[in-house]
Structures are given as C-alpha cells and as structure tokens.
C-alpha cells in the first residue's frame, strides 16, 4: 500500500496534502484504482469510519484525477458529499494546474444541477484563480445566493453585495435563476432582505436602474414557480417606479394583470388604474386590460376593474363605444354577482350606445346571463336575447368503471423481479400488489435459488440489505409484529424479500403466527390491520418453512372479488398435490370470494363439497349461505361530527382464525383506542381488498379519518373514497357519510377524490342523494363541513354534466340550514347556529344547477331567505334560485 493510501486511510489531510505535491501527474493517475477501491469499500463502511477518511478521500481523488470531466464528476459525487472536504482543501489539492484546466473544471461544475450542493466557494475558488468569466449558471447563482445570505459572512446583505466583485452578472443571473425553491427561503422580509439590498445599490447606481427594471419585469412575466412572485415583486415595488416608466411599460402590466399570480395581476392592475385615471392609457390600451382581468377567477379582481370602467365611463362618455361591449364579457363570469354588477354598470351607460351593431354585440353577449339577469336585460337594455337554454335537459355522467381482470403471474423469475422492483420503486394498486405476491409465492414453491437470483439486484437496494453492524438487528425489530404494523405493499414485499434472503430469522416470523391476539394497539382499524398483516406474515412464515404452491386468495378482479369457480379449482390444485392449506390465506380467500351472484355460488357448491377436504365442505357451506350479511348500525354525534357505530357480525366469528374474527365484533367509533399507528393512505385500499364485499364495514373504519379531513389538516386520507366507490356490496349509510366528509374535506386533492368517488356512485345507479344531502346539512349546521368547501365539491361535479345529480344532493342539504336563517333572525336571537359564510356560495351552485336541469318542486324555508333585506350574496343568490324555481313552476302550468 502506497504511503498517500495509508494517509488518506488514517484521515490525515495535512500528510494527504503534502504527499500529493510530491507526485507527478502519471504517478497521481497510478494511485486513481486503490482510491475508487476504497470509495467503493466506503459506501458500506460504519460512518464513524466514513466520517473520518472522507475529506482526505475527496481531495485525493479530486487531485489525482488529471482529466477536467472525471474530475468535476469525482468533486460533486453524491456520495462523496456525506464527509466532502472543505472548498480550501479542495483547492489546495489541485494547486499548480494551469488555468485552462481550472476553468474547464468550474464550469462543469457550476453546470451540475442545483440540488447536487456544489459549494460556490469551491467554483468561485476556481473561477478566479483561472482568470475566466463567471459562469452564470443555476448552480453557480444558487450557491452564489446562499453564500451571501449565509450567516458566515460580515455585515448585511447589503454591505456583502457591495463588496462582490461580478455583481452585474450574478444578479442578472439571479432573475433568470429556473427554479427558487433552493434559495426562496433565504430572500427574506424587512430592512435586511435581498429586494431592499437590490433596491439600494440601483438607487445609487451600483446596478443599471434600466437593466434591473427590465430584468425584474420580464421574470415577472415568465412566470415561475407558485411562490416566486414573493421574490421579485417586493423588489419591483421597492424600486418606486416613476410615472413615465409605468406608461413605458404599459403592454406589460397588461399581460400581467390577464396571467400572472393573483399579488402580481392586482399591483399591474393597480398601476393601469392609476395611468388610465390619468388618462395616459387610451380606450383601446384599457379595453384590451379589461378583456383578460374580467374572466380572471378572482372575484375582487374582476370587481375592481368594473369599478374602474365605471370610472372612466363617467369622466369620458366618448369610450362608451370601446368599454361597454368589453363590460358586457362579464356577463359570462361564473359568479352570477359579477353578472349583476356587470349589468348594471352597462345600464347606467347604455344610452351612450347608438350604435345598432353595438347594441346586437350586446344582445349576443346577455345570452351568457341567468334566466333572471336575461329577462332584466331585455327589459332595461331594450335588446331581444335568445335564450340559450336547450329544450330538453340531459344528464351526462361518466361511464361507471368496469372492473378488471387480474392477468397472471409472470412466468420467469426475471419478469417478477422487474415487477417487484417497479412496486418497491413506484407503488402501485391492489391488482398489481396482488399479481406480485402470487408470482413470489409459485417461484418460491418451484425454484427457490432462480428466485433469489433474479432478485438479487432489487434486494441490494433495500434498506435493510446493509451490510452496516447493528442494522441486521434494526431490520428484526422493524419487521417484528410486536414492533410494526405493515403499511401496506412496500412493507409486506420488503418483509418477503428479507424472508427469500435469510435476513430475518425463522423465530420472529413464527412469533406472528397463529397468535390469539390481534395485531394494533385497540384503533378502529385493528380489524382490517389484523387480517391484512396475518395472510401476509403466515405466507412469509410458509416461504421459510413449507413453501405454498400457490394462494387461494389471489383475487379474480382488481376491487379484490374472487370468482368462486377458481377459489375451487385451487383447492383442487392442494389436494392433488396434498398440500397443507395457509389457514389465513383461507380465510382471506373465503372474505373475498363473490357471493351476491347466487347463480355462480349454487353451481359451485356441489364441486366444492365434492372435493372431499375440510376447505372444500367449508367452502360450500360459505357459499350455501347466502348472500354477505351486515350488522347493524347506529349513529352518534362526537363533538361537531356524525359517526356510525357497528354492531356484531356472527357469522364473521364463526370458524375464522383470531385475526379475522374481529372484524365482526362491534365496531365503535375510534375504537378501545384513539391512538392509532396505521398512518400511511397506501394501505386502505388493500383494507377495502380485504372485503371486497361489504364496503359498508370498510367505511364504517374510515369516518373517523374523513372526519379529520374535513376538519383538520390531515391530507391523503379521502384518496380511498374512489375506490370506496368502485368497491361491491351495499353502499349505505357509512359510505354515503364518508363521501359527505370527504366533499367538505380541506385539502383540494382530497375534495378532488370525493368528488370522483360521489360520479362513481351516480353512474352505477348507487349515490342515495336524498341520504347524502341531509348529511350534508347535518354536517354543515354542525360546523364539521364548511360552506364554501362542499360549494367547491358541489361546483366541480356540476361541470362535469351533472347538474341534476348535485341539484337534488343540495336540495336535500338547503332546508336544513335555510330553516336556521329563518328562526334565527338577523342575529340569531332564537340561539340557533346560523351557517357561516360560504352558504351563499353554496345557494349559486343549487341556482346553476336548478337553471340547466329544470329543476322541479320548492324548497322548503328558500322564500324566507330570498324575501329578506339588502343585496349580500347570501339573499342575492337565494333570490336567484327562487325564481329559477318559480320559472320552472310556472312554465309547467302554462303547459
């Protein structure tokens, strides 16, 4: 071993150093194969040992690479980052190359992407020392940005930059920077912050104030990440931007107030105000303002530019020609309030028309108002409007989902193992988990040793396939039943594939066999927790000692059915081979074969009696039975929310192992417990899997999570609910109550999934919306589901095509909480809960949809509402969808 090895070994970097100096090029490229030997050596190494050799191991092999390429790769290498040596030992390390060679290395360096942490000292160090040009890259700015921000340096931000040498070319990089989130943090607020150091050095002419303003407005424009704007328009309104710069850029602030993030469309929108009151902007410049700010999705946009028009319109009747037909696109606002406020700002301004084409571009543009708004507009405008509306409503659904057939298992060990790799890396549904688990378990069973084989590369980068002391035991503890629930695939393929590799020992998974009590700490889900962990650690139990053939459970179709002629042709298959049954994997194939489809099961029957084994008359017997049973439910409040209890289930007790047998007990609404440790969303669709079924008793486990959607900020938790949907058995009282919590939910992306889920339903003709809308009331007036957010829900599923389905959800949901409005009075004298805000906004969307499906019927307390005092949303939309109603009425009795 040479003597640089053994000093780079022992970690010392002075010696590393020293040693070297003394080497010529070819003797540095002859010690390169004992340095990637030891990098290699390590990546498994403890980490009190990497912690030690890796300065010296970076800075060795950043030196004795004598090609640029292989050496910027070595200095930025991901794992080499863990114990990277310091920017100035790296740059005494490769002390005496020429110039050349320095900035080749720094500009490929500074051209890796951000998140690759290439210290800016480190490329800074080169650049200068090679003399060359600052590469204004977004690695080089990134790093340029955290090094002045950083608290390492002296004095403010300000002061730093001051003293920055390449300042005009790092700024302007920094507005051209692709990506923020690395650096957005570092921008800051107040007196201290990056916008008024900038601010300051244009004002004293350290920086170009055109080039700034310039570069500021076009990153502006661009546009960029969510939070970007946070960065540059503080910067833009510190500037102070005089009045002849504000018109310069006229066409800009256009642009930006038609696209760009609500803060920026309102500062544009704030400075064409400013220069249109001024009358600096001509009618055409304004118009064309108008035309993009009036269909933005922010009513207090839209609003102010009216005012605006209405402003200008007054001071200068001349532009009545150019800005009231623009006025008049607000009538097609989905808000039906931006309609009235549209026309009546044309109302007011209309006789300056004389124009007959105005006045037909006028008609044409009311066709897009609601019935009420249209008929006030032939009346006050003097203008005939065609009424859009078509003659007869249809309603429009997606198809319901067809269910899919599993394929079967691959055929090569290979093919599995590219699929289990897929899994592991990517996750992946109920059907493909499935697919996996089976093709595991026939591999197994026929050709162990191919089987590990092929794995072998997806086992390398497992977690717990570390060669690390200590971390054979951390991976014992983890899969231990008593110490860890399976959170769905990943675990229970990682717990198989550390089976299949010897790594964890015969003992721990016989410890989670056949034991009589349940695995979870007494939550609502143990249940489910329970049968789900129990198959899976029973046939990882068999993989170790008596290998399974094949398993009886693997489902027929992708919701987890299993069609009963195959549940008994594998049975068949264990008897001709006299193979011993897994008896949780009996059980599960037992919860999930179809038995709603009595023609199948009756035909089944007698060739499973016919079998002769105990699983073949057990068989029979379930299936003889009938069709799947369901407990009891009842009902309770909990604080604000509405849950359903469940109550026994016998015939799930009888002859089912212990981990089964509690799914039908009593079911409460948290449980013995309100700890619960079944954290990830991954594993409720295996849950649903498990009783394919009987969804009813899925649901009844899941509104408890729902609940804390709507109410808290729990995310993920309603991604079950299209499932929930696509799932068999009754959908009843617990489904139709999670769809409510999940419509009312917080998060988009969950409200998103209720929606999808409530489609589901309607297009399989199983959404009871006369149940669902009185829950729905139920929860609002409770203050569990907020207004606004089931006004969201209610809107997105309308837009869809199904006016009428919402309609009637919402009819069932609106007397409940008009009835409060009614008894309470203005200020709630009767000690009612009078709704929060958002019911107005839930009444436009009742009003929509009454107005496209010809709604039929009263709504009971709605004449209340609509008859009260002042022109708030609430009242305005209440009026709305009384006369769309009363049209309705009265368009059936002229009839």
């Not at 070319?169 to 916008?195: A, C, H």
């Not at 319901?400 to 060990?413: D, F, G, I, Y």
């Not at 009075?825 to 906004?841: E, K």
Request: aromatic share 4%; glycine share 8%; hydrophobic share 45%.
């Amino acid at each position: 071993m040479s003597a640089l090895i053994e000093a780079v070994r022992a970690g010392r970097t002075d010696e590393t150093l020293r040693l070297l100096g003394e080497l010529t090029d070819a003797e540095r490229r002859a010690r390169l194969p004992e340095l990637k030997a030891l990098r290699k050596e390590m990546r498994t190494a403890e980490w009190d040992r990497r912690r030690s050799v890796g300065a010296a191991l970076h800075a060795a092999g950043a030196a004795c690479h004598t090609g640029a390429a292989a050496a910027a790769s070595w200095l930025s290498a991901a794992d080499l980052r863990w114990r990277q040596a310091s920017p100035e030992l790296l740059l005494k390390a490769l002390e005496g190359r020429d110039s050349g060679w320095l900035r080749d290395v720094a500009q490929r360096l500074a051209q890796r992407p951000v998140s690759a942490e290439v210290p800016y000292e480190l490329m800074s160090g080169l650049v200068h020392r090679a003399g060359c040009e600052v590469p204004v890259t977004d690695a080089y700015v990134a790093g340029w940005v955290r090094y002045i921000g950083g608290p390492w340096g002296r004095g403010s931000v300000v002061e730093r930059l001051r003293r920055e040498p390449d300042l005009v070319p790092l700024v302007i990089g920094l507005f051209e920077l692709t990506d923020l989130r690395e650096v957005r943090w570092m921008f800051g607020e107040g007196p201290g912050s990056w916008q008024n150091a900038l601010a300051e050095l244009t004002r004293v002419g350290s920086l170009d104030r055109k080039v700034v303003l310039d570069a500021c407005v076009a990153r502006l424009l661009r546009g960029g990440g969510p939070t970007d704007h946070r960065v540059f328009l503080p910067l833009l309104v510190r500037l102070e931007l005089t009045r002849a710069e504000e018109h310069e850029r006229a066409a800009d602030w256009t642009a930006l107030a038609r696209d760009a993030a609500s803060p920026v469309a309102a500062h544009a929108q704030s400075v064409l105000a400013a220069l249109a009151l001024d009358g600096e902007l001509t009618s055409r410049q304004l118009a064309e303002a108008s035309e993009g700010l009036l269909f933005r999705s922010e009513k207090k946009l839209v609003r102010a530019q009216l005012v605006l028009l209405g402003k200008v319109l007054t001071r200068d009747p001349a532009a009545a020609a150019a800005l009231l037909p623009v006025a008049a696109q607000a009538f097609g606002h989905e808000d039906t309030q931006v309609q009235e406020r549209a026309l009546r700002l044309v109302e007011r301004h209309a006789k300056k028309l004389t124009s007959e084409d105005l006045r037909t571009e006028l008609s044409r543009a009311a066709e897009q108002l609601t019935p009420a708004l249209r008929t006030r507009a032939e009346r006050t405008l003097g203008i005939a409007v065609a009424d859009p509306a078509p003659a007869v409503y249809e309603e429009v659904l997606p198809p319901a989902p067809e269910p899919v057939r599993l394929a079967e298992a691959p055929e090569t060990a290979v093919e599995l193992a590219e699929e289990v790799g897929a899994l592991l890396a990517s996750g992946g549904d109920v059907a493909t988990f499935e697919r996996a688990l089976d093709g595991l378990v026939r591999h197994a069973y026929g050709d162990s040793d191919a089987l590990l084989d092929a794995l072998g590369p997806v086992i390398e980068r497992r977690w717990w396939a570390t060669t690390e002391p200590g971390h054979w035991r951390h991976a014992e503890t983890y899969f231990s039943p008593m110490h860890h629930h399976l959170q769905g695939a990943q675990d229970a393929l990682d717990l198989l594939l550390a089976t299949l590799s010897g790594r964890v020992r015969t003992s721990t998974l016989h410890s989670a066999v056949g034991r009589h009590e349940p695995t979870g700490n007494g939550c609502v889900h143990r249940g489910l927790a329970s049968a789900f962990d129990a198959r899976i650690r029973e046939v990882v139990y068999r993989l170790r000692t008596e290998p399974l053939p094949l398993l009886l459970s693997t489902p027929t179709w992708g919701t987890g059915l299993l069609e009963p002629d195959e549940l008994v042709e594998r049975l068949d298959t264990y008897r001709r081979l006299d193979a011993r049954v897994s008896e949780a994997d009996f059980a599960q194939a037992l919860l999930r074969v179809r038995r709603s489809d009595r023609t199948a099961c009756l035909a089944a029957v007698e060739r499973a009696a016919a079998l002769g084994t105990r699983e073949g008359e057990r068989l029979a017997r379930w299936l003889a039975a009938g069709d799947p049973a369901l407990p009891l439910a009842r009902r309770r409040t909990s604080g604000t929310r509405i849950v359903v209890e469940l109550g026994e289930l016998p015939e799930l007790q009888e002859d089912f192992p212990a981990d089964f047998r509690i799914l039908g007990r009593p079911t409460s609404a948290f449980g013995q417990s309100r700890y619960c440790s079944h954290w990830s969303p991954e594993i409720r669709g295996h849950w649903l899997a498990v009783l394919p079924e009987r969804r009813e008793l899925v649901a009844a486990r899941l509104v408890h999570d729902l609940s804390q959607a709507a109410e808290y900020d729990t995310r993920g938790a309603a991604g079950a609910l299209p499932l929930l949907a696509e799932s068999g058995g009754e959908a009843g009282e617990c489904v139709h109550l999670c769809l409510a919590y999940g419509l009312g939910a917080r998060h988009p992306e969950d409200r998103l999934a209720a929606v999808d889920a409530l489609l589901v339903l309607a297009a399989r003709g199983q959404l009871d919306t006369a149940r669902l809308g009185a829950d729905l009331g139920q929860l609002v007036r409770r203050g569990a589901v907020k207004p606004l957010r089931l006004a969201e829900s209610a809107r997105t599923a309308a837009a869809t095509g199904a006016n009428a389905t919402i309609w009637e959800m919402l009819r069932n949901a609106l007397p409940v909480l008009l009835a409060d409005l009614a008894t309470a009075g203005p200020a709630g004298s009767a000690g009612r809960s009078v709704p929060a805000r958002g019911l107005g906004d839930l009444l436009a969307v009742a009003a929509e949809c009454a107005e496209r499906s010809g709604a039929r019927g009263e709504l009971p307390h709605l004449s209340q509402t609509a008859g009260r005092r002042g022109s708030s949303r609430l009242v305005s939309q209440a009026r709305r969808l009384h006369d769309a109603l009363a049209e309705q009425t009265a368009a059936r009795s002229a009839a």
